[in-house]
């Protein structure tokens, strides 16, 4: 298919859903509050754009934004990346402080809103320890891997020939650790959340797989411990109530689940048609969910 035939269609499907979004506005299929029709969102992004929010110009709320995320980035790159190659140069150094990493990490920074504004308030001080405490533990995580995946042979042969620590770190570790320490650093931390399992995908690709576990297995956590109650939460409140009561086809389900994955990754190593089984297995599942009765 030529890039103008793939253009045509790519644009005729974008104006179909978004005559169907027109559609179910104005001829009342769903409400206005719910969901306003694209001349109404527009309307407002006009207004916006134009008179500001709160007397305040949108192009400034923007630029406080971006600079309270960069200035809260590069504290976390600031902070992080020694504290991680500190914890994957000297062992005692990690052993210490694993454990709170590995704690926190998973935890849904969403979650730490409420005790954050006890604690700071609400001002810019809260704000900015919200998008360091996202950054700054995947920093850390990324840059003690990155240390911790260098080739030994190339240490063993610097130590050979005689060089001291400065220089092992300077001549070997930092420049072998660079490329994993960019993927964590730059593509991980910023990208964000929302798109973790593709930087896992980024990551493995570059063969930077203990990255690549640790995004996925936090990225995992994040979703069982935030976005499923609150999922629940949510169906109390448009009245289709949900529990967290899991009966046994869900319990199968899910340590089938534990046994497919433990099966690809027991030997260390992965590929496409270990993956390409993990998906089979996940449409199988969710087919399941669909076809069977009170599943």
Do not use: C
């Not at 960019?182 to 929302?194: E, L, Q, R, Y």
Request: no cysteine; hydrophobic share 60%.
């Amino acid at each position: 298919m030529s890039p103008t035939r793939k253009l045509i269609i790519s644009v005729a499907a974008v104006a179909f859903v978004v005559a169907l979004w027109f559609a179910a506005g104005h001829f009342g299929l769903i409400s206005r509050l719910l969901l306003p029709p694209p001349d109404e969102v527009a309307s407002t992004a006009t207004e916006l754009w134009s008179d500001g929010y709160v007397h305040v110009p949108l192009w400034r709320h923007i630029a406080v934004s971006i600079a309270r995320a960069l200035a809260a980035f590069a504290a976390a790159v600031i902070t992080g990346i020694p504290i991680g190659l500190a914890m994957g140069m000297f062992p005692g150094v990690g052993a210490a402080l694993d454990p709170f990493v590995q704690f926190l990490r998973p935890l849904p920074k969403l979650a730490l809103i409420p005790l954050i504004i006890v604690w700071f308030g609400v001002g810019e001080l809260s704000k900015f320890l919200l998008i360091y405490l996202a950054t700054v533990l995947t920093v850390i995580v990324a840059a003690a891997a990155a240390v911790l995946n260098v080739k030994r042979g190339r240490i063993r042969a610097a130590e050979a020939l005689g060089v001291s620590k400065y220089q092992l770190f300077r001549y070997v570790i930092f420049p072998s650790a660079l490329p994993e320490l960019f993927v964590g650093v730059i593509v991980v931390a910023i990208i964000g959340n929302a798109a973790e399992h593709y930087s896992a995908v980024v990551a493995a690709h570059h063969d930077q797989m203990t990255l690549a576990v640790e995004i996925s297995v936090g990225s995992s956590a994040q979703i069982a411990l935030f976005v499923a109650p609150a999922v629940v939460l949510y169906s109390f409140a448009v009245g289709r109530p949900m529990t967290l009561l899991f009966n046994p086809f869900e319990i199968a389900a899910i340590a089938l689940s534990v046994l497919a994955t433990s099966m690809v990754v027991v030997d260390g190593e992965s590929n496409w048609v270990e993956g390409l089984q993990l998906v089979a297995v996940y449409l199988i599942l969710a087919l399941a969910f669909y076809l069977v009765p009170n599943a």
